[in-house]
């Protein structure tokens, strides 16, 4: 038997690959992230601030912002802090807690895209029913029960993988503690967490992905026979919206997974889209286009000098 140091501090190594570059990474990211929290909290002002805003599609859409607002979070003023030239260091309860919020926050990422596919198909196909199907009771249970799930997701991953020994190297190969990076360091068999992981994760996403497909192809069939060309227009974007977000978010993913072998570089490209490009695009994709939203948003801040253009 050998003796063994139990690991209680871990170094993150950061991004593979960008030796060097970390005056740039910093100025980068700190712009991202500066970006997603302005961009969210105008989002989440423009809805508490205007009753006309306080409909289903605008309650998920606010969910959507604190998600995105703590997403982006979760790895992005760690890697700030270390960008800058402060320690790479983070506690073993500071990792767990790290890989705890990033699953609990993709999972509920998932679930709250498909609710909001969900919205949109009633919208669309049961208009005249809309708010008795979508009223405020099923929306709080909805809405919750997305964060639900993403909790209880969570907890599986974070306890099958911080109850293994972790007695070896401290040195995390990335920029931030995700199961892939932390499982090569335990001293024990990872098979467990592994499988249940990649189960986890993959099967969420797909059942996900296929539930809004159902729902748009449902929400297409319904516009397609609208007799009214305007109507037509008119149920489109309310919908292209959501479609785009969801693009972003789906779209990365896709790619890595048919890559046969995406390399470690590629992985953190994909993963830096999901966790802070795309929180900073979600306000913009839903109210560049958004008349209510812009509104909202000049009768929040009158003397300001807060301007936006009606077209």
């Known amino acids: 038997m050998r003796n063994h140091t139990v690991v ?3 170094t993150l190594l950061g991004i593979p690959e960008t030796e060097g570059l970390e005056t740039v990474l910093l100025f980068l990211f700190s712009s ?18 205007s ?21 982006s979070s979760t790895t992005a003023p760690k890697m700030l802090s270390y960008l800058s030239g402060l320690s790479q260091g983070i506690s073993s309860q500071g990792c767990a807690t790290q890989l705890f919020f990033y699953h609990f926050l993709g999972c509920t990422e998932c679930l709250l895209y498909t609710v909001m596919a969900y919205d949109r198909f009633v919208a669309i196909c049961f208009p005249l029913r809309y708010m008795v199907l979508m009223n405020r009771r099923v929306c709080s249970i909805l809405a919750a029960g997305t964060w639900m799930g993403g909790c209880i997701h969570a907890i599986i991953l974070t306890s099958l993988t911080f109850q293994l020994s972790y007695c070896g190297s401290n040195k995390v190969s990335y920029y931030f503690c995700d199961i892939p990076a932390i499982l090569p360091l335990a001293c024990g068999d990872t098979s467990l967490a592994q499988r249940v992981g990649f189960t986890n994760v993959g099967l969420l996403s797909l059942i996900c992905f296929f539930l809004i497909l159902v729902s748009y192809t449902r929400i297409g069939i319904a516009i397609s026979k609208l007799r009214s060309a305007e ?3 008119r149920a489109f974007s309310t919908c292209s919206a959501h479609m785009t977000a969801i693009l972003c978010a789906y779209g990365p993913v896709i790619i890595i997974y048919l890559q046969p072998n995406p390399s470690a570089l590629l992985g953190a490209i994909i993963q830096i889209l999901n966790n802070h490009v795309t929180p900073m695009l979600n306000p913009l994709i839903y109210s560049l286009r958004n008349q209510d939203v812009k509104s909202a948003l ?9 301007t936006l253009k009606k077209n």
């Open 8 to 10: 209680t501090e871990y």
């Open 32 to 49: 991202l992230y500066l970006c997603t929290v302005l961009g969210n909290v105008l989002i989440l002002t423009a809805i508490i601030s």
């Open 51 to 71: 009753s006309r805003l306080h409909t289903p599609m605008y309650f998920f859409l606010a969910n959507l912002s604190v998600f995105d607002l703590g997403f």
């Open 231 to 233: 109507g037509r227009q």
């Open 298 to 306: 000049r009768d929040a801040f009158p003397r300001t000098g807060f």
